[in-house]
């Protein structure tokens, strides 16, 4: 029998903060343990317990027991599941929702079916914040019949179609990440065409071409949408976004999640380029690349004599060097590359 009337949710912040407030807003009984206060929560009929109390946890929801963990990946995940598993009992269900790597999810699914005869999901989250508090959607790994205790759970949480069980334990969580390594990959084609643009011989308005873009484009996408919004100051977190786009930090942080993706990528020989390099990208923009640029100008000095640092004379023929750009076309219409050579003397 599942139980989609009541959610306990160990882990308060953006994610889980939103997804009680979706919960409580669909009527559903939220009993949440964080580190910190939550009056917002509360003011909306959720209860709100102290770091730890699992016990409490427990004697608030009716068995089999739901519940979500919010936490951030690594070895908190471990310590939050072995006191609060101590708690729970035999067949309660514990979804992992952060960005666990699949395979502590395959342990320590292994681990508290084996010893408690607790299911434990790895339920990918995304959807950012604005999924969780209107509708997410979960990429769910486990066994089928702990995924049928949670279906009703996830699906109210859900968008329409947001909810999928894709496989046994660890699928969860490997799907989300190869979700998050495609989101690097558009992240980084939608940065690069801001690059053009503005690098571009045109004065476009930027809010204007991705208010353009998002409507009925080939890339139309949240992504895209995100851009509009972010470049015209309109979006949630408008006190936190420089007013000017010049002023936004060059600097992109994240979770390293992606990076277990690529490594698993060329451990496997399977290509995958794009993603590849996103990471890449978003490593220079922490500008901890300082020696190898200072090699290549060392051996570029050595071979050529080639400056070190900027030279005016060969920034300018780097812009004005390439006279022609012929068509491969053109060159075929007229008679071949040497005939163009001539003409062009």
Known sequence: ?????????????????????????????????????????????????????????????????????????????????????????????????????????????????????????????????????????????????????????????????????????????????????????????IAEGVELLEAGDFDVDMPDVFHNWANGSVIRSWLVELMRDGLAHRNQYDDETPEDFEDVPPYVEDTGEVNWLVQEAFKGEVPVPVIAQSVVELFKSRGNQREAPRAVALMRHGFGNHPYGEDEDIARERREGRVGNVPRQELEERGGVGSVLTEQG
């Open 1 to 189: 029998m599942s139980n989609d009337t009541q959610l306990g949710i160990v882990g308060l912040g953006q994610i889980g903060g939103n997804l009680a407030k979706q919960a409580l807003e669909k009527d559903v009984e939220v009993v949440g343990v964080t580190t910190s206060e939550h009056p917002d929560v509360e003011a909306m009929g959720g209860t709100v317990l102290e770091a730890g109390s699992y016990d409490e946890l427990a004697a608030r929801l009716d068995p089999p027991r739901l519940v979500y963990l919010s936490l951030p990946a690594g070895p908190l995940v471990d310590e939050e599941l072995s006191d609060l598993v101590e708690s729970l009992e035999e067949g309660d269900v514990v979804l992992d929702g952060g960005n666990s790597f699949w395979r502590d999810s395959m342990r320590r699914a292994e681990r508290v079916r084996a010893d408690h005869g607790i299911y434990y999901l790895d339920a990918g989250t995304s959807g950012g914040l604005a999924g969780a508090r209107n509708g997410a959607c979960f990429m769910v790994g486990g066994p089928e019949e702990g995924y049928e205790l949670a279906r009703p759970m996830l699906e109210r949480l859900s968008v329409d179609g947001g909810c999928a069980h894709v496989g046994p334990s660890g699928a969860g969580h490997f799907v989300k990440l190869v979700h998050n390594g495609v989101e690097f990959g558009m992240l980084q084609s």
